[in-house]
């Protein structure tokens, strides 16, 4: 099955899509670089100790710093000098191959567009149930006519089974699903009304260098890290003409 047959399927989304090793490594590498320099910029007497441990243990140095106030999104954005690199991926040919040319935006910062994650193990730092759909229909971002939005979801440092994103596959075919807009960190976002317990998410088994390409308007959601190690992933979201 392709990658827009899953997508567009009963499953609405595709997971047998993966980075290279050297892939994985430069993503990895984009990642800690514009880490760092946040870092160096925003709590300088705490760079030694971020420096001289791998990101998937930032939680154990976390505490040097306000966590939710140096992550901020535009912080995550990666810039466009590495967009360009990941534009020239082979996955990312891959999706050009079936959707044809696809332009990249992230509601808030067109032109940018892929922006990364950091998840502490047993912390809060994942959001609840949504469609990204939602967020477009309270209003961020501005969708230019004739285009239809596809989601990338790339896992850089999991531990399956322990972390990562968990889908609803067929979820996409309603459109019933109830939510309301509630205002959060500064920003007006999507919150689910249905029993959360009831839906059978599924936890996709992904390792390093795997990734998710799925429907803008299926229920997904990052689950509670419980893992030993920092989660860290990356996503964007890819414009393509139906």
């Known amino acids: 099955m392709s990658i827009r047959q ?3 399927g009963e499953a609405g989304y595709y997971d047998r899509l993966s980075l290279s090793e050297e892939e994985l490594a430069t993503f990895r590498d984009f990642i800690r670089r514009q880490y760092l320099d946040v870092i160096a910029r925003t709590a300088p007497d705490a760079l030694e100790d971020f420096a001289g441990a791998p990101m998937r243990d930032y939680h154990l140095h ?3 710093i306000d966590h939710a106030a140096t992550w901020t999104m535009e912080e995550r ?4 000098e590495n967009v360009r690199v990941i534009r020239e991926m082979a996955f ?3 999706l050009e191959d079936e959707y044809g040319p696809l332009g990249m935006t992230d509601l808030d910062m067109p032109g940018r567009g892929v922006y990364w994650r950091i998840v502490r193990p047993g912390s809060s730092d994942v959001g609840m149930v949504h469609a990204d759909k939602w967020y477009w229909d309270l209003g ?3 969708m230019p006519e004739g285009f239809e939005r596809l989601k990338i979801w790339i896992a850089i440092e999991t531990e399956p089974g322990l972390n990562g994103l968990a889908m609803l596959p067929g979820s996409h075919l309603r459109d019933d699903w109830q939510y309301h807009p509630e205002f959060r960190a500064g920003y007006v976002k999507p919150h689910i009304d249905e029993d ?3 839906l059978d998410l599924q936890l996709l088994p992904l ?3 795997g990734m998710a390409v799925f429907h803008d308007a299926i229920l997904h959601a990052g689950v509670e890290n419980r893992g030993r190690h920092t989660r860290i992933s990356a996503e964007f979201t890819a414009l ?3």
Do not use: N
């Open 240 to 242: 393509y003409r139906p």
């Open 92 to 94: 990312f040919r891959a």
């Open 77 to 80: 954005m990666l810039p466009p």
């Open 62 to 64: 976390a505490h040097h």
């Open 196 to 198: 959360v317990d009831s």
């Open 207 to 209: 390792a390093p260098s």
């Open 6 to 8: 899953a997508v567009e």
């Open 140 to 142: 961020h971002g501005t």
